[in-house]
């Protein structure tokens, strides 16, 4: 057996910028187990597997090292740039089935990729007891998912603030156990966002997709404006489109495939 793979940076047309997905077509699904040890395996912020299910349709999964998420908007950006870019499939707007999320759908935007999100809906947060010593930060306000609150917002008093933040990275995972999204209003953007994941084994993720689903809404309401600019500012770094619609995050960026192969070993 043979599994074919790419690895595409999202959020960015850099050859090492944006946010780095394995992506595996697959013709059935595989056990769990394996699909797990796969994206253990790559060792990225997230694998996305996706099985047809139409011509257009097609279920779809992400796993970061450790386990599976409920939502990943980097590596669905990744799976719809090799489906209308490597595989050339023939599609105004690709579907993908998920077993968290519903349908969520893409299409070509131009040269970018637009993703189309459940938007969240949020409430006050109460900052953990040494949250403010684990990240080295002082937070002005706190948010979170009114459903399931797996990542959380904290925002800071200035972008430089977001830029320059060195967290305690172990302290953290000991404090938070979600994702802890960091973000301030920008100069050149509308707002600067960071995110961390270390209990899913992601210390930083460097673009975040998911987390704009529920920084979009956040913003847009501080704003007043439904558009927004952004931009993730980690080491690599990038940029995204977003536009709140109601209860749904259109999300658009630049995908650019930096390698593909076969997996040849035996699963």
């Not at 797990?36 to 047809?52: D, G, K, R």
């Not at 893409?106 to 809906?121: F, N, S, W, Y």
């Not at 990275?169 to 270390?198: K, N, W």
């Not at 993720?205 to 558009?227: I, N, Y």
Request: net charge negative; aromatic share 10%; with cysteine.
């Amino acid at each position: 057996m043979s599994l074919p793979y790419y690895i595409v940076n999202a959020f960015t047309d850099l050859p090492f910028g944006g946010n780095p997905a394995a992506v595996m077509p697959l013709d059935h699904w595989l056990p769990d187990h394996q699909l797990q040890a796969l994206a253990a395996q790559h060792n990225l912020s997230e694998t996305a597997f996706f099985v047809p299910v139409a011509a257009s349709t097609f279920e779809l999964r992400w796993f970061t090292p450790v386990e599976e998420v409920p939502l990943c908007g980097h590596a669905t950006l990744a799976t719809a740039h090799v489906l209308l870019r490597e595989m050339q499939v023939p599609a105004d707007t690709l579907s993908f089935q998920t077993r968290f999320r519903g349908l969520l759908h893409a299409q070509p935007q131009g040269d970018r990729l637009a993703l189309d999100l459940p938007a969240v809906e949020y409430e006050p947060h109460t900052v953990e007891a040494g949250l403010e010593a684990a990240l080295g930060a002082h937070v002005v306000s706190a948010v979170r998912p009114c459903d399931e609150p797996w990542q959380v917002l904290y925002e800071l008093d200035s972008e430089m603030s977001v830029r320059t933040l060195t967290p305690n990275i172990a302290a953290l995972a000991a404090i938070a156990e979600h994702c802890v999204i960091v973000t301030a209003g920008g100069d050149q953007y509308d707002f600067v966002s960071r995110m961390f994941a270390p209990h899913y084994d992601v210390p930083e993720d460097p673009v975040t997709g998911s987390a704009h689903c529920l920084l979009t809404p956040f913003w847009s309401d501080r704003f007043a404006k439904q558009r927004l600019l952004a931009h993730q500012s980690s080491a690599r770094g990038g940029t995204l489109w977003c536009e709140r619609r109601d209860d749904r995050i259109f999300l658009s960026g630049h995908a650019m495939t930096f390698a593909k192969g076969e997996i040849t070993a035996s699963l």
